[in-house]
C-alpha cells in the first residue's frame, strides 16, 4: 500500500509541475526541487522495501520522511513566493506529501 502512495506521490507531482509555466526562472527551480524531491520518495521506499533488516529498513526510510519533507518544503516555498501559480491540485499534493512523511511505525505496520 505504501510502496503505491509513494509512487503515486512521484507521478501526481510530475503530472501538476508539467501544468506550471516555468518561464520564470525561480518557478523553474522550485519545480525541479519538488519534481526531484518527490520521485526520490518512492525510488527510496522501494529500496526500504528490499532492505536487509528491520534495522537496515528503519535506517531507510529516514530518507523517505527527508525527502517527502522536502516535498514539503518547496511546495510551501512556491505558495509563498508565487501564490497565483498555487492551486488546490498542489494543496492535495501538499497532503499525499504529508502522509509519506508519517511516523516511521505507521511505513512498518504497511510493511507487515
Not at 516555498?77 to 494543496?91: Q, R, S
Request: include cysteine.
Amino acid at each position: 500500500m505504501m510502496l503505491t502512495k509513494t509512487f503515486c506521490l512521484g507521478v501526481s507531482v510530475m503530472k501538476e509541475m508539467d501544468k506550471l509555466n516555468t518561464s520564470n526562472s525561480s518557478i523553474r527551480i522550485i519545480v525541479n526541487q519538488i519534481s526531484r524531491a518527490a520521485s526520490s520518495v518512492g525510488a527510496n521506499y522501494r529500496a526500504a522495501c528490499r532492505a536487509k533488516s528491520k534495522r537496515d529498513f528503519i535506517n531507510k526510510l529516514k530518507y523517505v520522511e527527508e525527502e517527502s519533507d522536502e516535498v514539503i518544503y518547496w511546495l510551501e516555498m512556491l505558495k509563498a513566493v508565487h501564490p497565483k501559480v498555487y492551486t488546490g491540485d498542489l494543496d492535495k499534493l501538499h497532503d499525499q506529501a504529508e502522509l509519506s512523511a508519517s511516523p516511521k511505525t505507521e511505513l512498518l505496520k504497511s510493511r507487515k
